[in-house]
């Protein structure tokens, strides 16, 4: 069965350390896709990264980059020089090609990032 | 266009009334969903709808809640004889599928509180 596990539910850090959000994912399909969402206090979950099960790239946006590992089945994201901004819940995602509906996420349960100034 | 819109952002009700959400995707994006979410959980998906038709529905949605996208357009959920475990946030999403490369676009939600 498809399942995404983050078992970091908080994590607290001062401003400008580094910190990695764990995620680790089940699934029996070949095709699949990863994603990282981040939930600020307002609610709306912002849309962060998105991976295919056949790229195992690591990507680097900013501050932010992510380290995909097919033989751990894991999609950690790790913030670099943290900011008290950087402050929310975060959900990393799976969805399955085979359903047919690429847009059916499952998601992990969130860690909570507090950043302190 | 700014983004997904959800109303109302809160809505309090009293066990058993009927409530109904709407939500208006990004124009042009030709599939919405519905997804809920309840207190330190993630999001879990309810329904999709590829422009008016409804494609899917989890399990987790009872015959108490129905889904509507007429002309394709915006959507509404209804839940009738609402429960208190029908507290939660609901999330409306949509997005442009053109090619696998799907990306949803979350709204913010309308928290839902059933005393």
């Known amino acids: 069965a498809q399942k995404v596990t983050q078992a970091q539910t908080e994590i607290s850090v001062v401003e400008k350390e580094d910190v990695t959000l764990d995620c680790v994912y089940e699934t029996r399909d070949t095709t699949y896709y990863l994603f990282w969402y981040k939930q600020p206090p307002s609610g709306e979950l912002v849309f962060l990264i998105r991976r295919n099960s056949f790229d195992e790239q690591n990507e680097i946006s900013g501050r932010y980059s992510w380290n995909f590992q097919k033989s751990t089945s894991s999609f950690n994201f790790t913030i670099t020089a943290s900011q008290v901004v950087d402050s929310a819940v975060y959900f990393c995602?799976?969805?399955?090609?085979?359903?047919?509906?690429?847009?059916?996420?499952?998601f992990g349960q969130g860690t909570t990032l507090q950043v302190k100034p | 266009d700014t983004g997904v819109s959800q109303n109302p952002r809160h809505k309090i009700t009293k066990r058993g009334q009927n409530v109904t959400f709407r939500c208006d995707p990004i124009s042009e994006h030709n599939r919405l969903y519905w997804y809920r979410q309840t207190l330190g959980q993630g999001p879990e998906f309810l329904t999709y709808?590829?422009?008016?038709?409804?494609?899917?529905k989890s399990r987790l949605l009872s015959d108490r809640f129905s889904a509507e996208r007429p002309k394709g357009s915006f959507s509404t959920l209804e839940i009738q004889r609402t429960e208190q475990g029908d507290s939660a946030m609901y999330l409306c999403a949509s997005s442009l599928l053109r090619t696998t490369n799907e990306k949803l676009f979350f709204g913010s939600g309308t928290q839902l509180s059933v005393l």
């Open positions: 995602a799976l969805s399955e090609a085979g359903t047919g509906n690429t847009g059916k996420l499952i």
């Open positions: 709808f590829q422009n008016e038709a409804q494609l899917e």
